[in-house]
């Protein structure tokens, strides 16, 4: 996993910025404080709440993760430059994301790389003219199995080749929200216990329920 560089020369948090995050941004965050020992513990939930919701984690919203986390806003710039999944600045309504694994190399992943590069006029890391696309490289998509793995949004297409590249970025299910990121952190707590917020658990209808909270956050 590389780490992304943020200029900290440059004063990251503008005087008299207006709020990042609307109340029920802050309240979502605010539901997970119950369910982990301190508030330092909720950084990784805050980050893909505030993410689902913005779609990215600009400067200001990072100041404003640390006030109701009560840490240092350094603590949440170095959280946020470590993952390749988090962005500081707006992106393409839809994120494509190929994997680089040994595995999908192997099986001709470069190929499929290249083929969305050159069907969207787009780079590595960038975002085609008309703001409807990013696309992104990672290590890892965790589909070896399947391999070449291409995600595009939140659907997972599994074995592609480089010639199915056009017809799955046309794909109307594409735009479907299963469940978004931040869902992974939404267990309830089980019988006799809390979670601790830990993955898994949560049932279809749970997922429905927290993808409608995410709708209701960008709207707000």
Known sequence: MSWKTLDRNTPAFPKDAPAALSEPVREKIRSFFPRYATKRAVL???LHVVQD???HVSMQAMKEIAELLEIHPSEVMDTV??????????????????????SCEALGG???????????HVKEHGTTAD???SFMTEECLA??????CLLIGERMHQQVR???????????DNDRIAAPRSALFDAPAAKGGATNGR????SGAEAVGITSDIREMREA
């Open 162 to 172: 480089a010639e199915d590249v056009p017809k799955l970025l046309a794909d109307p």
């Open 110 to 120: 470069q190929q499929v790389i290249d083929a969305v590069k050159q069907h969207l």
């Open 53 to 55: 919701a913005l779609g």
């Open 143 to 148: 589909g070896c199995d399947h391999a070449p």
């Open 81 to 102: 430059s470590f993952y390749t999944h988090f962005w500081t600045h707006p992106k393409g309504e839809k994120v494509i994301v190929a994997c680089r694994s040994i």
């Open 131 to 133: 703001g409807k696309y």
């Open 44 to 46: 990784l939930p805050a």
């Open 199 to 202: 993955p898994g658990g949560g």
